[in-house]
């Protein structure tokens, strides 16, 4: 067990709101894995943060969605660039500081990210732990 995190593309239509994307005819959301990380513990907090930011109410920020604007991407990227992600602690988060493979590997993901909502597409955050 631990905390698997994962950015999901979905197609325009498909974007139902910030915390939400349609599902098709066997109730599966309408999604494109993009980009995984495993117990990168800070970044989660930073998605957190923003997902409360945008109203989201769950108790618990488990199996939520919160989509990712071209804004949230180039602020998620001077956070990481600049060290900002807030230490954020829990049971199955694992114990992994921040490193230059970290920024590297998140760097990377916005790229990615910034490609695809430059497209028309929606980039939504996703987690399970």
């Known amino acids: 067990m631990g905390l698997d ?5 979905v197609k325009a239509e498909d974007a139902i709101d910030d915390f939400s994307v349609a599902s098709n005819d066997e109730g ?3 999604v494109e894995e993009m980009f995984y990380w495993r117990k990168h513990h800070d970044l989660h907090g930073w998605m957190e943060r923003l997902y409360r ?3 989201g109410t769950k108790e618990s920020f488990n199996c939520v969605k919160v989509r990712l604007t071209m804004e949230d991407l180039q602020q998620l990227a001077l956070d990481v660039t600049k ?3 807030p230490e954020t602690t829990g ?3 694992g114990d992994n500081p921040p490193d230059a493979d970290s920024v590297e590997q998140d760097m990377e993901f916005v ?9 028309g597409d929606a980039v939504y955050y996703d987690s399970w732990w």
């Open 5 to 9: 995190m994962y950015a999901w593309r």
């Open 28 to 30: 599966q959301n309408k």
């Open 53 to 55: 930011a945008k109203g």
């Open 83 to 85: 060290g900002r992600l």
């Open 91 to 93: 049971f199955f988060f």
């Open 111 to 119: 790229g990615k990210a910034m490609a695809a909502v430059a497209v």
